[in-house]
């Protein structure tokens, strides 16, 4: 029997970018499925969050994400531009944001067509792995949404036609993932049991395992 999780995402954040290529090959080399379920970022959902932080968290974690990308091999840099807006005067998070409602709309539409998982790496390798500047220009998007074996303009234009229903569909995403057990990406559901960041990968392979994990 196939087993099957859930997956909440944000393409804002660094774990999750960098939790993607062991949760293809988990798919490609083993009898599993991901549902992938897009979120909005902490910053846009609840950005008070930040406002209560002791300052030593932002210092340890912007540690952390470089040291922890070297660690796992792969290419790192804080995306140019931030994918959500923030206003350093004020470090505030105005409520207009260009990019990451849009960005997170996409990724639910290619979830629906059975791309997400391919769709959440090639996109945040375009913003994360700091080959591309700019990635919001051009066509870097458009590009990675083909890579992912999706129509480009076919995606784009459910994102902006479908933009309410899509959005309701993250919204729904959000509540299940509290419901699952946190608030927090990547989060992992399983039979009932939550995996919270990119650090419990090993931990979630192990109870597959003990679930009867296959072999492809």
């Known amino acids: 029997m196939t087993l099957s999780y859930d997956l909440y995402w944000s393409f804002r954040s660094p774990y999750s970018y960098m939790i993607m290529p062991r949760l293809t090959a988990l798919e490609r080399d083993y009898d599993v499925t991901c549902n992938v379920r897009p ?7 609840t ?3 930040f406002e209560t932080r002791d300052p030593l968290w932002f210092s340890y974690f912007m540690v952390d994400i470089h040291r922890e990308a070297a660690f796992l091999g792969l290419p790192f840099r804080w ?3 931030d994918p959500v807006l923030m206003d350093f005067a004020t470090r505030t998070y105005p409520k207009d944001q260009p990019h990451i409602h849009r960005l997170t709309r996409m990724g639910a539409a290619a979830a629906e067509r059975g791309k997400g998982l391919a769709f959440l790496e090639e996109v945040s390798k375009t913003i994360w ?13 458009a590009q990675a949404t083909a890579r992912a074996g999706l129509d480009p303009a076919e995606i784009a234009a459910a994102a902006d036609d479908e933009a309410e229903r899509l959005h ?37 392979k192990w109870r597959l395992e003990q679930q009867g994990l296959k072999a492809r």
Do not use: C, K
Not at 39 to 45: F, I, K, T
Not at 129 to 141: A, E, R, Y
Not at 179 to 197: D, K, L, Q, S, T
């Open 47 to 49: 950005p008070e969050f």
């Open 129 to 141: 792995s700091g080959t591309v500047d700019d990635w919001h220009l051009g066509d870097h998007i």
């Open 79 to 81: 995306p140019r531009p």
């Open 168 to 204: 309701a569909v993250i919204e729904a995403s959000q509540i299940a993932q509290r419901e699952a057990g946190h608030y927090g990406v990547p989060m992992i559901a399983f039979n009932g049991e939550p995996f919270f960041g990119q650090d419990r990968f090993d931990q979630f």
């Open 39 to 45: 979120v909005y970022p902490l910053a846009v959902r």
